[in-house]
């Protein structure tokens, strides 16, 4: 028989899963780009990112520090504990930090993780 074996990739590392997605999400807010956002979280209710696109006109600039505080993980699904910072700049010159925690859950899609919502 000449054919190959078949290659079997192993699914994701939830936690590392999970960190890669954080990490992007955290890149995709500093583009203040609602579009980039999406990209990472596209289940984003429409108020949701209404209220962020509001909120990311309102500023000049923008940085998201965000690091896993726990995860919980199942076969398919994963809730972790989000925190961390925005930092910004506002339209009159002033810089600022707003602290950031929220609880974000993912679903497994076949062998890749996907941010499934953010509260």
Known sequence: DSTPPR????????????????NAYASAIATRDLDQVKRVYPGMPTAQASAWQSFSSSVRSMTASLQIESLNTG???AV???????????RAGRSERQPAAFTASFARDGERWRLVTVR
Do not use: Q
């Not at 290659?7 to 954080?22: G, K, L, M, Q, S």
């Not at 972790?80 to 506002?90: L, P």
């Open 7 to 22: 290659v079997v990739t192993p699914p994701e590392n939830p936690r590392a899963a999970v960190a890669a997605i954080v």
């Open 75 to 77: 076969a398919d699904s």
């Open 80 to 90: 972790a504990r989000v925190s961390g910072a925005y930092e910004f700049i506002t």
